[in-house]
């Protein structure tokens, strides 16, 4: 069992709607949570990070913690070809310098 | 320099060979990392440098790898006698202080032991 679980997709949708990225994990000292974007060959790009429970909104993007459910989610509105690409999770402890990541969930806006 | 440079960009060396693989980070990063990615999985840590000094190598599997940062800049992974197993992309990163919350990937070294 990994610590951090991903659905790795492949999640398909029409240009313009709401998706949904979710990981599960299971150690409960993870107090940071982040969420990276992967285009192919490139390396990842942090997206959002958020500290301990709670929301945080930055444009189209909208991360969510649950801690005592071990869950987090991305939503992307109005999404965009542009946003196609593979989107990992990612999170560590406090004064740790090392981040666990899912294995990332593959999404392809259509046009 | 604007980003996290590494170099080479793709190395196709033979099992059993030595290979160094170099990370530049973004100039006054102290914190660099090292992480491994498998085709379709998340990247895996291998190592995290404070300055000059590894903080963490725990993510290293085994003895044929190591690491240095002699002068808290460049930093360089070397890996001995190569298995094909080894195989991935490996990614370096840097961020401006421990306890940052995400860092800067670089675009990664594609290895393919052969």
């Known amino acids: 069992q990994k610590e951090v679980e991903q659905d790795p997709g492949p999640l398909s949708v029409p240009e313009g709607a709401i998706v949904s990225l979710n990981c599960t994990y299971s150690?409960?000292?993870?107090?940071?949570f982040m969420w990276y974007r992967q285009y192919s060959r490139k390396g990842p790009e942090l997206l959002m990070y958020?500290?301990?429970?709670g929301n945080k909104e930055d444009g189209r993007f909208t991360a969510q913690v649950d801690k005592s459910s071990k869950y987090i989610s991305l939503f992307i509105r109005d999404s965009q070809p542009s946003d196609s690409a593979t989107y990992l999770c990612?999170?560590?402890?406090?004064?740790?310098?090392?981040?666990?990541f899912g294995d990332g969930t593959t999404l392809t806006v259509k046009p | 320099g604007a980003g996290v440079s590494q170099t080479p960009s793709n190395k196709v060396t033979e099992k059993g060979k030595y290979v160094e693989l170099r990370c530049d980070p973004i100039?006054?990063?102290?914190?660099l990392y090292w992480y491994r990615q498998s085709l379709g999985q998340g990247p895996e840590f291998l190592i995290y440098?404070?300055?000059?000094?590894?903080?963490?190598d725990s993510g290293l599997p085994n003895d044929r790898f190591f690491a240095v940062r002699p002068e808290g800049s460049v930093s360089t992974l070397k890996i001995q006698r190569t298995e094909r197993g080894d195989s991935a992309v490996y990614l370096c990163?840097?961020?401006?202080?421990?306890?940052?919350?995400?860092?800067?990937f670089g675009s990664g070294t594609r290895l393919t032991v052969v």
């Open positions: 100039s006054g990063h102290t914190a």
């Open positions: 440098f404070q300055g000059t000094g590894a903080a963490d």
């Open positions: 990163a840097s961020g401006p202080g421990a306890g940052d919350y995400g860092y800067t």
């Open positions: 990612a999170m560590r402890r406090t004064n740790a310098g090392k981040s666990t």
């Open positions: 150690n409960s000292a993870f107090q940071y």
């Open positions: 958020t500290y301990s429970s």
